[in-house]
T-cell receptor, first 112, second 113 residues
Framework: EDQVTQSPEALRLQEGESSSLNCSYT??????LFWYRQDPGKGPEFLFT???AGEEKEKERLKATLTKKESFLHITAPKPEDSATYLCAVLPPGTNAGKSTFGDGTTLTVKP | EAQVTQNPRYLITVTGKKLTVTCSQNMNHEYMSWYRQDPGLGLRQIYYSMNVEVTDKGDVPEGYKVSRKEKRNFPLILESPSPNQTSLYFC????????????FGNGTRLTVT
C-alpha cells in the first residue's frame, strides 16, 4: 500500500525563521508529487507539482524539492500569513491512475 | 470564476436518513474525486471518476455511492448514514489525472447523530 508520511506534525516558527517540511513516500514509479496549502475551513489549494528526482519549484518564500524517496518544502523567512496546513499527495502509476494518497499534513504557525 | 461548488456547506442529519452532497465544477474537467478529512487521518479518497459514466473506488468507499451522468456534476450519496460518517467532505476536480493539480471545493461538514 502506498504510504505518504509528513513531518513534523506541527511546526511553530518565529517570523523570519526559515525551516523545512518533509514528505516521504513509498510509492514506486511515482507519476507526480503535489504540495497543497490548506487554510482553516477551506479546501486545499495547489502549490506545486514535482515529477522527477532533482526537480525544484519556487513560489515567493516557498521552494519544493524532490528526491527518489522524499520531498521537502523549504520556507524562507516566513511571515504570519504563511501559517496554514501544508499537505503533500502522490499519484501512483499504472492501473491505480485515478487514486491519490495524501499525507496527514504539517500545521505551520508563524508568530510575528 | 473557475470553481468547484459543493452544497450544502453544513449538514446535520440522523442515522439512516438518505442524503446527497452535490458537487459541480465549471472548468470542463474530466477527473473528479471525493475525499473525507478526519483529525489524525488526513484526507482519504472515497470515490473518483475519470470521465462521464466512469467511476471507481478509492480507499474508503464503504457506505457511499457516486454517479457521473454529466461531466460537471459528481454527487456523493449516503444511502443510510451512520455516525462514523461524520466528517468534513471535499470534492475535487482536475483537467486530467495524470499530472494536473486538483481544484477543491470548500467542503461540506456532515454530522450524523
Amino acid at each position: 500500500e502506498d504510504q505518504v508520511t509528513q513531518s513534523p506534525e506541527a511546526l511553530r516558527l518565529q517570523e523570519g525563521e526559515s525551516s523545512s517540511l518533509n514528505c516521504s513516500y513509498t510509492v514506486s514509479g511515482l507519476r507526480g508529487l503535489f504540495w497543497y496549502r490548506q487554510d482553516p475551513g477551506k479546501g486545499p489549494e495547489f502549490l506545486f507539482t514535482l515529477y522527477s528526482a532533482g526537480e525544484e519549484k519556487e513560489k515567493e518564500r516557498l521552494k519544493a524539492t524532490l528526491t527518489k524517496k522524499e520531498s521537502f518544502l523549504h520556507i524562507t523567512a516566513p511571515k504570519p500569513e504563511d501559517s496554514a496546513t501544508y499537505l503533500c499527495a502522490v499519484l501512483p502509476p499504472g492501473t491505480n491512475a485515478g487514486k491519490s494518497t495524501f499525507g496527514d499534513g504539517t500545521t505551520l504557525t508563524v508568530k510575528p | 470564476e473557475a470553481q468547484v461548488t459543493q452544497n450544502p456547506r453544513y449538514l446535520i442529519t440522523v442515522t439512516g436518513k438518505k442524503l446527497t452532497v452535490t458537487c459541480s465544477q465549471n472548468m470542463n474537467h474530466e477527473y473528479m474525486s471525493w475525499y473525507r478529512q478526519d483529525p489524525g487521518l488526513g484526507l482519504r479518497q472515497i470515490y473518483y471518476s475519470m470521465n462521464v459514466e466512469v467511476t471507481d473506488k478509492g480507499d474508503v468507499p464503504e457506505g457511499y455511492k457516486v454517479s457521473r451522468k454529466e461531466k460537471r456534476n459528481f454527487p456523493l450519496i449516503l444511502e443510510s448514514p451512520s455516525p462514523n460518517q461524520t466528517s468534513l467532505y471535499f470534492c475535487a476536480s482536475s483537467f486530467w489525472v495524470a499530472n494536473s493539480p486538483l481544484h477543491f471545493g470548500n467542503g461540506t461538514r456532515l454530522t450524523v447523530t
